[in-house]
C-alpha cells in the first residue's frame, strides 16, 4: 500500500513523506525546494511531488492521504479546557465550544484541494486524519523499532488544543493516558521565553538551549511562569503564552508574553551578544523546562518506564538535547528513542505511520534519515555550467581522502552528497565540516560562513569506534537528538566541539548507514589521530539546509568558503 502523509497549511515546517508496504522511502520539508525556511503557511507541493518520484509512482497511486490534524469533539474536555483558561478573552473562548474545528475543516478543506491540484484525487485515495499529538506519538513509536511495551511521550507548543500527549505503545497500537491542553504548554512557554531573548518562536528556541550554559540558574526564580499542580501544570497567562488585550506590542509586532513579563524582566532583549541578565534568564528558563518534563514524564509513564526501560519521546520539545540528556541519566531509562524529526515536520512521518497501521500494516524500523532528493556527477557539473559564477571543478577519484586532507590542514569543507537529512540535522550529507582540533575553527564558521552569533556551539560526529570512549556511553546517537558529557580527555582534544558546560551533541557514524562520510572520518583519524569532525548543516542564517547543487553553489560563492566538494567534484576559490 502507498500511504502519503502531507502537513500544512496550519503547520510551520511543512513536509511530506510516503511509505511504501510499510517502508519509509522518501520524506522531505518544503522549505528545501522553496528556499522559505519553515515553509509556514504553505503547502508541500514540491516536497510530495519529490516522495511520488522518488518512489517511481504516478499520483493516481496513492492509497491512502494521511493528514496530522483531526476535528476535536465537543464531548472532549480539550475545547472546554481552553474555554474556560481563556474566558479573559470571551470571543475566543466562546468560539472554541461552537465552532472550535473551524481551522482543522479550513486546512482540511485547503489540503482535499491540493490533492485534486495533483491528481491524487480527494475523492479517489482514501483521506484520513490524525490527531496532532497522536501523529508525533506514532512517528516516534512505529519508527522505534521496540516491539514490546513502550513509554511514549510528545511535549510541543499545540496541536488542535493538546500540548502534551502521554501513552505507551504495546503490539502496534498506542494507548492514550493523559493529555494536557492549552495555554498549559511547555512548547510556548519556552517559546514566549524564546521571543523575550530576542529570538523567533519556532526557530530561536535552540538558541535559548545554546545560550543556557553561558549563565547561572540559581540567579532567577522562574518559578512563577508555570506551576504544577495535580492536573499537571497551569501556566500563567498574567505573564507568558497570552493571546488578544494581554499581549505585549512593540513595533507593529504582538508577542506572547504580556507587558507584565517586562516590566518585571526588563526590557526585551536585542542583539547577537550573550549579554546579562539574559544569560541567566536563558538558563533559569532551561532548568525550568528540564524540571519540568522531567516530572510529567515520570508522573504519567514512569512506572511503565520503570518496567520496561523503554521511552519514546516527539514533539518540538524533543528536539531540546539538554533534556534528553537528563532522561538518560535515568537510571531506569535504558533505549531512549527521539524522533529526529521531532518537531512538526515529523508529523507527515506520524500521521502516515499511524494511519497505516490502522489498516493492517507493519511499519518498518527507522535505519536512517537520508530520505530526500540526490543528485548524480551529471546533474552537478550542469548546476555548475549554469551558475552565474561559472565555476570550475577537478573531478576526484578519492573524494572522502581529499576531503580528510582539507580539514587536516586546517580549512572548513562544504560537503554535498547522497540523498539530503530528512529533519533539522545535517547528518553527513548536506554539511559544512571542519577540524576539531583546530584553534578557532568554530569562530571561523559561525563569522565568516554561517553568519551567525559567535557563540553559537557546533556539533561532533564521530566514528562508532570511538563514541563510547568519547560520549562515556554506550546508548545509540545517530541523530544528534541526544547530548552527552564528553570525556575529560577528549576535551582538549577537540574543542572546537565542546560546548560550554563539557557536553556535545553528537552524532555517532556507522559504515552500514553512511559509509562514504564513514569514510571521511577514518581518513581524518589516520592523518590526525582523531576520529571526530566538526559537523553544522550546510546553510547561513536564515536560510534552510541546501538541498540541490545550485543551492550549495550559491552558499559557496556567498560565504568565505574555500572548498567545496559535490559527489566526486572539487571546488575551489581564493
Known amino acids: ?182 495555554p498549559d504548554s511547555l512548547g510556548w512557554f519556552y517559546g514566549a521565553l524564546t521571543e523575550y531573548l530576542g529570538f523567533e518562536i519556532q526557530d530561536g528556541e535552540y538558541k535559548v538551549m545554546g545560550m543556557a550554559p553561558y549563565g547561572d540558574p540559581r540567579r532567577y526564580d522562574f518559578s512563577r511562569l508555570v506551576r504544577r499542580d495535580a492536573d499537571g501544570i497551569r501556566v500563567n497567562t498574567g505573564l507568558i503564552n497570552v493571546i488578544g488585550r494581554r499581549q505585549y506590542q512593540a513595533n507593529g509586532r504582538k508577542y506572547d508574553f504580556s507587558p507584565a513579563l517586562v516590566s518585571w524582566l526588563g526590557p526585551v532583549r536585542s542583539g547577537d551578544d550573550i549579554d546579562e541578565p539574559y544569560i541567566h534568564y536563558a538558563a533559569t528558563a532551561q532548568r525550568l523546562l528540564e524540571d519540568t518534563a522531567l516530572e510529567l514524564i515520570d508522573r504519567y509513564v514512569g512506572d511503565i518506564i520503570r518496567e520496561t526501560g523503554r521511552l519514546c ?23 531512549l528513542f527521539v524522533q529526529p524529526a521531532a518537531g512538526d515536520a515529523g508529523t507527515a512521518v506520524g500521521a502516515a505511520s499511524y494511519a497505516a497501521t490502522s489498516l493492517g500494516e507493519r511499519v518498518r524500523k527507522l535505519e536512517h534519515v537520508y530520505l530526500g532528493p540526490s543528485f548524480s556527477n551529471d546533474e552537478c557539473i550542469a548546476a555548475c555550467r549554469d551558475h552565474p559564477q561559472r565555476p570550475s571543478w577537478l573531478r576526484l577519484d578519492d573524494a572522502p581522502a581529499k576531503a580528510a586532507e582539507i580539514l587536516a590542514d586546517g580549512h572548513p569543507l562544504a560537503w554535498f552528497q547522497g540523498r539530503m537529512e530528512f529533519g533539522p540535522r545535517a547528518l553527513g550529507n548536506r554539511s559544512i565540516l571542519g577540524n576539531p582540533s583546530h584553534a578557532g575553527m568554530a569562530e571561523r564558521i559561525n563569522a565568516q560562513i554561517k553568519y551567525r552569533e559567535r557563540w553559537r556551539p557546533f556539533c561532533p560526529s564521530m566514528l562508532d569506534t570511538v563514541a563510547s570512549d568519547v560520549l562515556q556511553s554506550e546508548h545509540p546517537a545517530p541523530y544528534m537528538t541526544l547530548s552527552f558529557a564528553v570525556a575529560p580527555e577528549w576535551r582538549a582534544r577537540i574543542p572546537e566541539v565542546v560546548h560550554e558546560d563539557g557536553t556535545a551533541r553528537a552524532q555517532v557514524v556507522s559504515e552500514a548507514t553512511n559509509p562514504r562520510f564513514h569514510r571521511l572520518i577514518r581518513e581524518l583519524e589516520r592523518r590526525t589521530g582523531s576520529a571526530v569532525v566538526l559537523n553544522t548543516s550546510m546553510n547561513r542564517r536564515g536560510e534552510p539546509i541546501v538541498c540541490t547543487p545550485t543551492d550549495a553553489l550559491n552558499l559557496f560563492f556567498g560565504s568565505d568558503l574555500r572548498y567545496l566538494i559535490m559527489e566526486d567534484l572539487l571546488l575551489t576559490k581564493d
Open 1 to 182: 500500500m502507498n500511504i502519503l502523509g502531507v502537513t500544512g497549511p496550519a503547520l510551520h515546517d511543512n513536509s511530506a513523506a510516503l511509505f511504501v508496504d510499510g517502508k519509509l522511502v522518501a520524506a522531505a520539508e518544503e522549505e528545501r525546494f522553496i528556499r522559505v525556511k519553515h515553509a509556514k503557511r504553505r503547502q508541500p507541493i514540491n516536497a510530495i511531488k519529490f516522495c511520488l518520484a522518488q518512489a517511481g509512482i504516478g499520483p493516481g497511486e496513492v492509497d491512502v492521504v494521511a493528514y496530522p490534524y483531526a476535528p476535536i469533539a465537543l464531548s472532549s474536555p480539550a475545547r472546554w479546557y481552553y474555554a474556560r483558561r481563556h474566558w479573559y478573552e470571551p470571543g475566543r473562548a466562546l468560539r472554541a465550544l461552537y465552532d472550535g474545528n473551524r481551522k482543522v475543516h479550513r486546512n482540511t478543506a485547503s489540503v482535499l484541494a491540493l490533492l485534486d491540484e495533483l491528481g491524487i484525487g480527494s475523492r479517489r485515495a482514501r483521506f484520513v486524519p490524525v490527531e496532532h499529538h497522536m501523529a508525533h506519538a506514532s512517528s516516534a513509536y512505529h519508527l522505534s523499532g521496540f516491539e514490546a511495551k513502550t513509554a511514549i511521550a510528545s511535549i510541543d507548543g499545540k496541536g488542535e488544543y493538546a500540548t502534551m500527549f502521554f501513552g505507551y505503545g504495546e503490539n502496534g497500537r498506542i494507548h492514550r493516558i493523559k493529555e494536557l491542553y492549552d
Open 313 to 335: 519521546f516527539a514533539g518540538g520539545v524533543a528536539l531540546n538535547v539538554k533534556l534528553n540528556q537528563r532522561l538518560l541519566e535515568w537510571p531506569h531509562l535504558t533505549d
